[in-house]
């Protein structure tokens, strides 16, 4: 199971922490939701999500500061009891020392942000699901083409770096060589980031590491990248049918999301970057609702049905 550590989430969202006597080395994340945790503050605990971070707003902090102390200490160890990862008030909202005691008592670190809930709650929620969402290495080179992310797949040696170093020439951005790190962040969105080591190099055989970062500018990178069309490259054989048209979309499937492939056949002459550079934009196109291939279908049906016309008219 995908984890992050505490302090990593401290670090991103630049928290407060309001209880540094807790070490907080060994508590992770695992969820990517949150819990603002109302009906527990009430007494209410059946279903209660403690796996996630707890989140005081406004309107929970209101509430506890009409308790008297007994309940408050009642409440807040019951809440405590279920070893929850982390407490964040929003708001700059401070907890009543009971609250702190509490928490120093049962190791619960507890925290703050200047953010209002709402936007805390979304901006946390984004950045969770991107990091503990289901990953998988592919091997390939990802590149940001026309805004497009184009995921170039193929067996070993076949001309994917080649390909991705004459696209960065071309003014558009690598995002990782060799290795793919693929995110679904969404029942529709697949992300791709490289692994740390591999990050901006490219290698090409023959020549070995090239840093593109430092030979073509940091406009020739990217972190990270939605992946909207996948190219597959593979070797040219004669006897196999190929699409000449584009009416009906292949897909290839990564951690359940669909996403559009081209098979492309390799032969020397053909010049993978600029196929790749028309597959993203026609990708796009059709996006954006024109679609070549049923363009010319439509031409060739309405000529035919003139001839078919003429034809009529002259019997």
């Not at 990802?142 to 696209?167: N, Q, R």
């Not at 003014?171 to 060799?178: A, I, Q, S």
């Not at 040219?236 to 190929?242: F, L, M, S, T």
């Not at 550079?277 to 196109?285: G, I, M």
Request: glycine share 6%; with cysteine; net charge negative.
């Amino acid at each position: 199971m995908a984890s992050i550590s505490l302090k990593q989430l401290i670090e991103k969202m630049k928290l407060e922490i309001l209880t540094p006597e807790i070490d907080m080395k060994g508590i992770r994340i695992t969820q990517p939701d949150i819990n603002r945790p109302a009906l527990q503050l009430t007494g209410y605990f059946e279903h209660f999500e403690s796996t996630r971070i707890q989140v005081v707003g406004f309107v929970e902090y209101t509430y506890l500061e009409s308790l008297s102390d007994e309940r408050k200490r009642q409440v807040y160890d019951e809440l405590m009891s279920y070893n929850v990862p982390a407490i964040v008030f929003c708001r700059e909202l401070q907890p009543d020392p009971i609250f702190i005691e509490t928490a120093i008592a049962h190791k619960v670190p507890v925290l703050s942000t200047k953010k209002t809930t709402s936007a805390f709650m979304a901006e946390i929620i984004r950045w969770l699901n991107v990091k503990l969402a289901p990953c998988i290495s592919v091997h390939g080179v990802l590149v940001d083409v026309y805004g497009e992310g184009v995921l170039i797949t193929g067996e070993s040696g076949i001309g994917k770096s080649e390909a991705a170093l004459e696209l960065v020439k071309r003014g558009h951005r690598l995002v990782t060589d060799d290795v793919v790190e693929l995110r679904r962040v969404s029942d529709d969105t697949l992300v791709g980031t490289a692994p740390d080591v591999t990050k901006h190099l490219i290698e090409l055989r023959g020549i070995g590491i090239v840093d593109i970062k430092a030979l073509f500018g940091a406009s020739s990178v990217k972190d990270t990248q939605t992946v909207d069309l996948v190219i597959r490259l593979e070797d040219w054989d004669k006897d196999k049918e190929y699409d000449r048209l584009g009416l009906e979309e292949n897909y290839t499937e990564y951690l359940g999301n669909k996403v559009v492939c081209h098979n492309i056949p390799i032969r020397p002459g053909r010049n993978l970057a600029i196929i790749c550079e028309s597959a993203a934009v026609n990708h796009r196109q059709k996006k954006m609702g024109y679609n070549a291939a049923q363009e010319l279908y439509t031409r060739v049906q309405n000529s035919l049905a003139r001839k078919r016309e003429e034809e009529e008219d002259e019997d």
